[in-house]
């Protein structure tokens, strides 16, 4: 059995980004080993905040890591390659939201231009709601990927006619 990259489960464990089973199962090494080793050799967790500070700065900056990755030795070092990290998933999960964007606007362009009858209009009713609600979700979480209004708190009203504004804006 190979031995383990201590030093790169010490700078998981120091991040804080990942569980330490978690961090376990990424280097072959029990959690219960990592506790002792972190126990005996005085290990902190406390790099958690200044990790998700860094990313923050760097997916406002938009910047993606590319490259050689050298042997992380300083806090400095910690802080950079888990908020590089924490930018991919970051990024990955606008992706995804802009791809859910795109279906929700099919969705209502196709409503946009299907006529109600008698036959058709409970379930016409039922799509125009579920893409009223995927609408309001993508929006939701956009709006959070993308830390517009810094945390500001909205009715639900406020959602509903911010909503029907882009709505009738097309």
Known sequence: MATPDWEAIESAYRAGSLSIRAIGEKYGVSHVGI?????????????????????KAKVSK????????????????????????????????????AAWRGITNKL?????????????HASMSRSITAGVDAQIKVIKAEREAYNIDSGEKHSSTDTLSDLMDSLSKG
């Open 62 to 97: 938009s910047v993606t890591s590319a490259g050689y990755q050298k042997e992380v030795v300083t806090d400095e070092d910690i802080i950079d390659q888990a908020s590089d990290e924490a930018v991919a998933v970051v990024l990955a999960h606008r992706q995804g939201l």
């Open 35 to 55: 506790n002792k080793r972190a126990n005996k050799e005085g290990w902190q967790r406390d790099l958690t905040d200044k990790v998700k500070s860094a990313t």
């Open 108 to 120: 209502r362009l196709f409503l946009e231009d299907a006529e109600i009858t008698e036959d058709n």
